[in-house]
T-cell receptor, first 114, second 115 residues
Framework: AQSVSQHNHHVILSEAASLELGCNYS??????LFWYVQYPGQHLQLLLK??????LVKGIKGFEAEFIKSKFSFNLRKPSVQWSDTAEYFC????????????FGKGTTLSVSS | DVKVTQSSRYLVKRTGEKVFLECVQD?????MFWYRQDPGLGLRLIYF???????EKGDIPEGYSVSREKKERFSLILESASTNQTSMYLC??????????????FGDGTRLSIL
C-alpha cells in the first residue's frame, strides 16, 4: 500500500533559523506531491505542489520543496522561518491517475519562538 | 476562490446516535473527500466520491457511510456513533486528476464529540 512518512513529529526553531522538513513516499509510479499547512484554528491550505517539470518548486510565503525521484523524497525548506510559520505541516501524495485520493503523512508540528 | 462549507464547526452527540455531517462545495468539482484528523495520525481518508452517486472506500470506512445525491454535496454518516469516532472531520473537493491534477481544497472541519 502507498504511504507517506514525515520524519519529524515536532520541530522547534528560533526565528531566522533555516527549516527542512523531510517527506518520503512509497509508490513506484508517477506521483503528484503536495505540502499543506494548517495554522492554529484554520483550515488546511496548499503551500506548494509538484506535478512535473522542474523538481524544485516554490510555494507561498517563501517555502520551497525539492522532488528527488531516486530517493522518493519531497522535502520542504525555508531559509529563514518566522514566528508566523508556527503551524502543522502535512506532506501528501497521490498517484497520477484518475479516481485517486491524497495520501497524507502524519504531520509535523513546527513551533517558532520569537 | 473555492469554498468548501461544512455544516457544523462543533457537534456533540451521544453513543448510538445516527450522525450526519454535511459538506457543500461551490466550484462544480467532481471529486469530494471525507477525512478524519487525529493527533499523531495525520489525515486518514474515510470515503471519497468522483461523481454523483459514486463512492469509494478509503483507508478507514468502517462505521461510516456516505451519500452523494448532488454534485455539490457530500454527506458523511455515522450509522451508530461510538466514542472512538470522536475526532475532527475534514471535507475536501477537487477537480478530477486528469484536469491538470488540481489540488484538494478543504473545509474548516467539524469537531465531533461522541459522549
Amino acid at each position: 500500500a502507498q504511504s507517506v512518512s514525515q520524519h519529524n513529529h515536532h520541530v522547534i526553531l528560533s526565528e531566522a533559523a533555516s527549516l527542512e522538513l523531510g517527506c518520503n513516499y512509497s509508490y513506484g509510479g508517477t506521483v503528484n506531491l503536495f505540502w499543506y499547512v494548517q495554522y492554529p484554528g484554520q483550515h488546511l491550505q496548499l503551500l506548494l505542489k509538484y506535478f512535473s517539470g522542474d523538481p524544485l518548486v516554490k510555494g507561498i510565503k517563501g517555502f520551497e520543496a525539492e522532488f528527488i525521484k531516486s530517493k522518493f523524497s519531497f522535502n520542504l525548506r525555508k531559509p529563514s522561518v518566522q514566528w508566523s510559520d508556527t503551524a502543522e505541516y502535512f506532506c501528501a501524495v497521490t498517484p497520477n491517475q484518475a479516481g485517486t485520493a491524497l495520501i497524507f503523512g502524519k504531520g509535523t508540528t513546527l513551533s517558532v519562538s520569537s | 476562490d473555492v469554498k468548501v462549507t461544512q455544516s457544523s464547526r462543533y457537534l456533540v452527540k451521544r453513543t448510538g446516535e445516527k450522525v450526519f455531517l454535511e459538506c457543500v462545495q461551490d466550484m462544480d468539482h467532481e471529486n469530494m473527500f471525507w477525512y478524519r484528523q487525529d493527533p499523531g495520525l495525520g489525515l486518514r481518508l474515510i470515503y471519497f466520491s468522483y461523481d454523483v452517486k459514486m463512492k469509494e472506500k478509503g483507508d478507514i470506512p468502517e462505521g461510516y457511510s456516505v451519500s452523494r445525491e448532488k454534485k455539490e454535496r457530500f454527506s458523511l454518516i455515522l450509522e451508530s456513533a461510538s466514542t472512538n469516532q470522536t475526532s475532527m472531520y475534514l471535507c475536501a473537493s477537487s477537480l478530477p486528476s486528469g484536469q491538470g491534477n488540481q489540488p484538494q481544497h478543504f473545509g474548516d472541519g467539524t469537531r465531533l464529540s461522541i459522549l
